[in-house]
């Protein structure tokens, strides 16, 4: 669901023009996974809420 929603909101994004350098997110395995082998161009943060 998050992945999902996260492919939409990136397709969504692009389609108006906007360039995506960075994205924080929490620690889902599956967002890491499809941004790293899908958009190595865009710099993965972790929210820091997720981390402590």
Avoid: C, F, S
């Amino acid at each position: 669901m998050e992945l999902e929603g996260l492919k939409r909101g990136i397709a969504a994004l692009r389609e108006q023009g906007i360039q995506i350098k960075e994205i924080v997110t929490d620690r889902h395995m599956q967002i890491q996974k499809w941004l790293k082998d899908n958009h190595p161009e865009i710099k993965h943060l972790y929210d820091v809420w997720h981390v402590a």
